[in-house]
């Protein structure tokens, strides 16, 4: 929290700073090729037709276990600037592992706290958008199976 009560980020997520920006039927669809061509119990290997997708949740931890996208990582806006060392870090194992850069979506309820975890991934020239709407408007499926920062560096290390 700051002197006035905000946190860090508050002035970064208005509504008229808009970043780009994901349809809920977008992400479906990459959230299926994620699954056929990068699965979760899978290494990341080169040469699949589509780029890996990584998912950042910066919702709160109860908010994240009560449901989320299957492969989210929860890495709530509270937590977010601190951990850029590590997200970037898995970003970039990510994309060497690939042999291409990853798409980035940043999702929380409304759209309001991914704003600032997009701006500071695009800051670091990160290929990042959010989830329009948030996960308000998410009609598809979700699991409570947690997913983490680790596990997806653990699949970057795979052969």
Request: proline share 8%; glycine share 6%; aromatic share 6%.
């Amino acid at each position: 929290m700051s002197k006035r009560g905000r946190c860090w980020w508050w002035p970064f997520s208005c509504l008229c700073s808009r970043v780009p920006g994901l349809s809920r039927q977008k992400l479906n669809r990459r959230v299926q090729q994620q699954e056929q061509h990068f699965p979760l119990t899978a290494p990341i290997a080169p040469g699949r037709p589509v780029r890996p997708l990584i998912i950042l949740d910066v919702r709160r931890v109860s908010e994240y276990e009560g449901g989320h996208i299957a492969g989210a990582i929860s890495i709530p806006i509270t937590t977010f600037k601190g951990a850029l060392p590590d997200i970037l870090k898995a970003i970039n194992s990510v994309a060497e592992a690939a042999q291409q850069e990853p798409e980035v979506v940043c999702i929380c309820l409304s759209a309001h706290r991914s704003v600032p975890a997009t701006r500071l991934l695009l800051a670091e020239k990160v290929d990042a958008k959010q989830l329009d709407y948030g996960m308000m408007m998410w009609s598809f499926p979700t699991t409570k199976e947690p997913y983490t920062l680790e596990e997806l560096l653990q699949r970057c290390s795979k052969k």
